[in-house]
């Protein structure tokens, strides 16, 4: 079992910048591939970045890039981050970090999932 805990959410104004950190713990070396993927209320589960343990991959939804970036930010690849600037009313949701061994951008092929945190852009 690979356990995620998020943190750094919050509420900004619009433009404005948040980052969002997942740290791992467990059998974390059962999985290569971390992840973000954020839910609004009455909209499905959706993809928004990706990284590899290796970081040679990362991978954006287009609605986020050049704004959004993934990154690995700790020597043992066990805390993944996501820098959030120019932030816009349409990316408030409750934004979830996930784990999983060559997944894909849908949330099934995901195998372990943390509890979520909240993310407000004012506009």
């Known amino acids: 079992q690979v356990q995620l805990v998020e943190s750094g959410g919050g509420l900004v104004q619009a433009g404005g910048s948040l980052r969002l950190s997942c740290a791992a713990s467990?059998?974390?070396?059962?999985?290569?591939?971390m992840g973000w993927f954020r839910q609004a209320p009455g909209k499905e589960r959706e993809f928004v970045a990706s990284i590899t343990w290796s970081s040679i991959s990362t991978t954006y939804a287009d609605s986020v890039k050049g704004r959004f970036t993934i990154s690995r930010s700790d020597a043992r690849n066990t805390v993944v981050s996501l820098q959030m600037n120019n932030l816009k009313p349409e990316d408030t949701a409750v934004y979830y970090c996930?784990?999983?061994?060559?997944?894909?951008?849908?949330?099934?092929?995901?195998?372990?999932w943390g509890q979520g945190t909240q993310v407000t852009v004012s506009s």
């Open positions: 467990g059998r974390t070396f059962s999985a290569n591939t």
């Open positions: 996930a784990a999983g061994t060559r997944p894909n951008s849908n949330s099934a092929s995901w195998n372990y």
